[in-house]
């Protein structure tokens, strides 16, 4: 396995919308080595989540994962590969949270996300699965999905004023972001997101 090169904003292809996979494609030894690496690159980078279009691969896989997450407010995320994600239900309740991105470093934005999703896909086998997720997997999810379609979490924010450098971020906000945590009327698109203090 090896550590790849991690696209930066202002790269093309996380602008553009990435190609589905077949479970055909799914079967093939280039596409599972790009899973494997894309999980030693999201470990390395310390994400939660990793989109191929991060990795300058514009195909519809993502992988997710955070065993032992620091501090109170993080939750586990079992390692988890996902090809062509796709929403089929999500909640209308809106929840805040600042999010990071490997592709965006060294910033922090406060975003709001669907509460709850449910998304069906196929595993890195190509077998259907489909799952539910909630609060801090459900935002990394929407975070990670909006990568295939060219989306970044600077998109999502409704208040540009509250995207901060890291180390102003650690300083002025974090623990005091003023505003309510839920807000069932913020204007955000069902999508997908990371964690407060981590990178996707
Ligand atoms: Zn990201």
């Known amino acids: ?48 989540g990793l989109a191929a279009p991060q990795v300058f691969q514009a195909l519809r896989v993502l992988v997710l994962g955070d065993p032992s997450p620091a501090g109170d407010k993080a939750e586990a995320i079992p390692l988890t590969v996902l090809a062509n994600p796709r929403l089929v239900a999500c909640s209308t309740e ?57 989306v970044v979490y600077l998109d999502r924010m409704p208040d540009m004023r509250r995207l901060a450098f890291v180390e102003e971020h650690a300083r002025y906000w974090l623990g005091a972001t003023g505003a309510a945590a839920t807000d069932a009327a913020a204007p955000a698109a069902c999508s997908a997101g990371s964690v407060p203090t981590e990178d996707a």
């Open 1 to 48: 396995m090896s550590i790849l090169k991690v696209a930066r904003l202002g790269q093309p292809v996380l602008r553009q919308p990435a190609a589905p996979v077949s479970a055909g494609d799914l079967r093939e030894t280039g596409i599972q080595r790009l899973l494997d690496d894309m999980i030693e690159t999201m470990v390395d980078e310390g994400g939660v």
């Open 94 to 150: 809106r929840e805040w949270a600042w999010e990071g991105c490997l592709s965006v470093p060294g910033l922090r934005g406060w975003v709001p996300r669907a509460t709850r999703i449910a998304v069906t896909a196929l595993d890195r086998h190509g077998r259907t699965v489909h799952l539910e997720a909630e609060g801090f997997l459900a935002r990394v999810l929407q975070h990670e999905m909006d990568h295939l379609d060219g």
